[in-house]
DNA sequence: TTGTAAGCGTTATCAA
DNA sequence: TTGATAACGCTTACAA
């Protein structure tokens, strides 16, 4: 068992006492510079630094943040992660990173990173109907709660979301201009689907254009191989001259997975036989062989506003930010 | 400030003292079942949960894994990270998720880690030489670190590792019996590069064949962008008669950005003209489009066996696990 | 500026 | 089986 040196060997080294010591460590404590300085000398050669362990306990405050993630097949969620480290670290907090699974479903995790006493707790791209835990439990005693990157489906917790709305206008009225009439919108999984809000929005939008007719096609997760099946199924089965002449997936792997599909195993040219649009911009997605226009959410706003909300900068309100759309050549 | 029972408030509320109820909270304590009963009562009414911090600095042990991540533009950490919190969480530890960035290097990152007391830090892809950290600092009071999959460059810290010599030696066979014989090699970042030991078993494997010349592409980083700038680097100066006929790459988000420029700007073909080797098999590699021959990590056993040291059922010693070669079209 | 006492919520150990 | 004392390493409030 190694074993640290605490503040009051130190003190004991230094010739001063404990609370001296925890003084010389404290930013804007009043000490002499003199005992500062043997302080931190005594603490140098005792290889000494606070225990942060104890002070959270002291304080309360552990300065960590629960970071719950349940969908680890969309690559997205990378640079998601990427920034979400990153500005957290830069306000002195850091990610404890929970994979939401059948093992450790979100009530365990809750109860789990609550006992753990961590400062605030970050849906990211996952939410759960509360039926486990009674309202009590939700609202006293637990950690501020935040939904990054979907709807909140609990009353009280705040969401910080791409707008759809504004996305889904964008998207449809491209896809009206290049003279698409035909569309088609694959779901992923249908627990997170219809919080994302996506597809009706473009269902909404293309009637608004006078368009009634929207195919729906599903494939049950989020991931390439997912996509690829449900596109081919609805291949497998349609009439080529009422096929949809452009078909939004709700995110760029759906999209990617179904453009191999489309292509490798149909033949079909993209854009000419059927268009497709993603959403994320997803790096691969820009690559030459897929030119996949999709749309880009405000992941550096979103994660800010999270954390200034977890800061208290900011009111815990869900916020709806705007991101931008990305044409290239697959419609 | 959120109010948590404490159990000296469950204690009082079920007329038993304070340690009783921890043992009510203590699988395996001696308590009879009476007042185990009328604790988790009056828990239950008080929405009492042990405070795992408080354990954590009674029995010094956090149940927390520091994960240090540096490259985040490699979509294969997210399987990995996925296997990883999983299997940690199935042990009962949660992995604290660390960004190692300009802002924050690693001797900030471990000295951070230290002072929350996690229970062992995981090197996961990065590593660095301890230029700042004194031994002692590093040999005592540190918490016990890992390397996983890379080298590690500090002696007494524990790699875990896909067998470099074996991936590439099968690699090689494969590309010598495919009948290429003017093969390339593009690395990443160089700091990472040579950890890897991927190259160099790369020149041996074709040296051994009589094949003494290998042209060494570089990338700076590991990304698509970064592959597919490199390799056009290469194709805008070099005779097409001189040209590589296989070019393999360190790893598969630089080969799918190799493969890009290849095919998208130059106009060459896969593999006729030019076949492309990577390493990692992510999933997009498999795609129709690109159809990448590279190689799988054995992920699982690798998270198991960092996660068989941390908890000490395996010595903490260097591990090297065999992988296996993944052949598409792209050879 | 410095030292003291009390407290954070547990666990470990021992006595009853 | 249960209760009590001490300890974990720090912070806060207060007195010297």
Redo the contacts between chains.
């Keep these: ?5 605490t503040a009051k060997e130190v003190a004991d080294a230094a010739g001063v006492s404990k609370w001296t010591v925890i003084r010389a460590f404290t930013p804007g404590a009043s000490i002499t510079e003199e005992s500062k300085r043997r302080v931190l000398e005594a603490a140098a050669v005792l ?1 000494y ?6 002070r ?2 002291a304080t ?1 405050l ?1 300065h ?1 943040v629960a ?1 719950f993630v349940d969908d ?2 969309n ?1 997205q ?3 998601f ?2 920034t979400l ?2 500005r957290l ?2 306000e002195g907090l ?6 939401i ?1 059948n ?2 479903d979100h009530v365990h995790a809750l ?2 990173a ?4 961590v400062d605030a707790v970050i849906l990211f791209g996952t939410a759960f109907r509360n039926e486990t835990l009674s309202d ?2 939700l609202g ?4 501020p709660m935040f939904v990054l990157a979907r709807d909140s489906q609990i009353d009280g917790v705040p969401a910080v979301v791409c707008d759809a709305e504004l996305a889904l206008r964008d998207i449809v009225d491209h896809l009206y201009e290049r003279g698409y009439r035909r569309p088609g919108f694959m779901t992923g999984a249908p627990a997170l689907s219809t919080a994302l809000r996506r597809r009706q929005h473009f269902i909404d939008f293309w009637k608004g254009k006078g368009v009634d007719e929207i195919v729906i096609l599903s494939a049950d997760r989020y ?3 997912a996509g690829a099946g449900s596109v081919r199924h609805y291949l497998n089965d349609i009439d080529p001259a009422a096929r949809v002449d452009v078909l939004m997936c709700e995110n760029d792997i759906l999209a ?2 179904a ?3 489309i ?3 149909f033949g079909l040219r993209i854009p000419d036989d059927i268009a497709v649009v993603g959403f994320d911009n997803y ?2 997605g820009g ?4 030119g996949l226009t999709t749309y880009e959410q405000p992941r550096i706003e979103m994660v800010q506003a999270v954390i200034g909300m977890i800061k208290g900068r900011l009111e815990p309100e869900t916020v709806t930010l705007p991101g931008k759309l990305v044409v290239r050549t697959s419609t």
């Design positions: 068992m190694r074993k640290r040196a290889n630094t606070p225990n942060l362990l104890a959270s306990l309360n552990t960590q970071v680890f097949a690559p969620k990378l640079p992660l990427e480290t990153e670290q830069a850091v990610a404890v990173l929970i994979n699974n093992h450790f109860l789990n609550d006992q753990r006493q009590r439990q006293r005693g637990m950690p991931s390439a191989e990617l997975g453009m191999d599909e292509r490798g195993n790096e691969l690559a030459s062989c897929y």
